[in-house]
């Protein structure tokens, strides 16, 4: 049976709501109307249009004050996930991850045994919906061994221990990855490189803390 929402929503306003949740899944923040315009290739005018549209219909809830504040409402998410559903694409087999053969020596040697098994993120982290990855952009995390490229497996949190590696938000816009320290005043934001100062605030959000790190080479 077709959502009664389905026919009042456009096909546009549709692929908004799904660049704002993929963009929210990716990052672990909201969207600006200037990323949403490049990411589907309209005016910033437009954009804001249709997003007026879809608070009328209670897809959205914003807050004018504040550049990444768009949140998909509870009847949004809804319908996301039964078009999700309807997809075909659902009917396509699940990739099951890396085959992992056992084990290999760093040190001193050992014996070499096929163990066949499968590595995958899920098996690795938990497979639940709090677990996210982002690709670093940047050098500022080099001396903790975090390059340019890297993949960095993180944990939704609203707080972290002095000393954690964090995704944070910055007056309530730019999203940076650093070390956490809570301070008398502020908050610290630490670099992991000497060519980098440390970021000082008073407007700090914690979104989510590092547990891992995934690497091409």
Known sequence: MQLKTTNQTTPRQLQLLKAIASFQN????????????????????????HIEKLREKNLLSTQSSKARSLKLTSKAQKLLNYLNETDNCSNYPQSTGITLLGKVAAGLAIEAIEDKEHLSLENLFTNDDQIFSLQVEGD????????????????????????????????????TLKRFYKEKAQVRLQPANENFNPI????????AVVVGLIRKL
């Open 140 to 175: 500022s995390m080099i001396d903790d061994g975090i390059f340019d490229g890297d993949y960095v497996i993180c944990r939704k949190a609203a707080s972290a221990h002095n000393g954690q590696m964090v995704i944070a938000i910055v007056d309530n816009e730019n999203a």
């Open 200 to 207: 000082y605030s008073n407007n700090c959000r914690i979104e």
């Open 26 to 49: 990716n990052h672990c923040y909201s969207p600006t109307i200037n990323e949403l315009a490049s990411e589907i290739n309209l005016s910033r005018s437009t954009v804001f249009e």
